[in-house]
């Protein structure tokens, strides 16, 4: 899966955007790092889950570059 459907994810999104999110374009909205050019950060070999994109958080780890998904907190870490 990872970053294939990229393409699509941001057309849809600017098309419900024409339509003041009003239209019949439905597009679902997750929190995903970009970097410097805004584009999505796909998590690369020796990351969690290579191939997929770094989903955001609002808590970060300090000290960890944000488009890490090292940075992002883990749900299933939190208790």
Known sequence: M???WTADCLAAFRQARAEEFRGPTRICFFGMAVDAHGRLIVQGAHDPKPGFF?????????????TSPAAQLDA???S
């Open 2 to 4: 990872g970053g294939m």
């Open 76 to 78: 299933k870490q939190v």
């Open 54 to 66: 770094v989903s955001t958080t609002s808590f970060k780890n300090p000290g960890v570059a944000s």
